[in-house]
C-alpha cells in the first residue's frame, strides 16, 4: 500500500492542526495505521495508532490527552487531531501501515512492525 501525509504546517504554541494520511494499493482498511514523528537529531518516536476498525487506539505518552487518531475507512484515510500544540510537537510526521496482526498491543508501538510508510509531512510549532 501507498500511503501519503498531508496536512502539515507552521502554527503557534496553543493551535490544532489535522494531519491526513491518504492510502492506495491493497485494502488499506484491514491495516493497522500509525503515526510516528522525527524531530531533528532525534530518533523517530511513536505518537499513535490505530485498529484497521478503529475501535482501538493507542498513544505516546507525550500526546495523550491532545492527539486524537481516528481514520474512515470509506476514505482511505487515517487522521490525527493534534491540539495545544507544543514548541516539542516539532517534527516531521510520518503514517505508516501494516497488515499484520499481533497479539501484543506494544507491537503496535514500534516503528519496526510497521512496514509501509509514508513520505512524511513537517509540523513546525512556533512559541
Known amino acids: 500500500v501507498q500511503l501519503q501525509a498531508f496536512g502539515g504546517g507552521l502554527v503557534q504554541a496553543g493551535d490544532s492542526l489535522r494531519l491526513s494520511c491518504v492510502a492506495s494499493g491493497r485494502a488499506f482498511s484491514r491495516d493497522a495505521t500509525a503515526w510516528f514523528r522525527q524531530a531533528p537529531g532525534e530518533e523517530r518516536e511513536f505518537v499513535a495508532t490505530i485498529s484497521w476498525s478503529g475501535h482501538t487506539t493507542l498513544y505516546g505518552d507525550s500526546v495523550k490527552g491532545r492527539f486524537t487518531c481516528s481514520r474512515d475507512n470509506t476514505k482511505n484515510t487515517v487522521y490525527l487531531q493534534m491540539n495545544s500544540l507544543k514548541p516539542e510537537d516539532t517534527a516531521v510526521y510520518y503514517c505508516?501501515?501494516?497488515?499484520?496482526?499481533?497479539?501484543?498491543?506494544?507491537?503496535?508501538?514500534?516503528?519496526?512492525?510497521?512496514?509501509?510508510w509514508g513520505q512524511g509531512t513537517l509540523v513546525t510549532v512556533s512559541s
Open positions: 505508516a501501515g501494516t497488515g499484520y496482526r499481533h497479539p501484543s498491543r506494544n507491537w503496535y508501538t514500534s516503528s519496526q512492525s510497521y512496514n509501509d
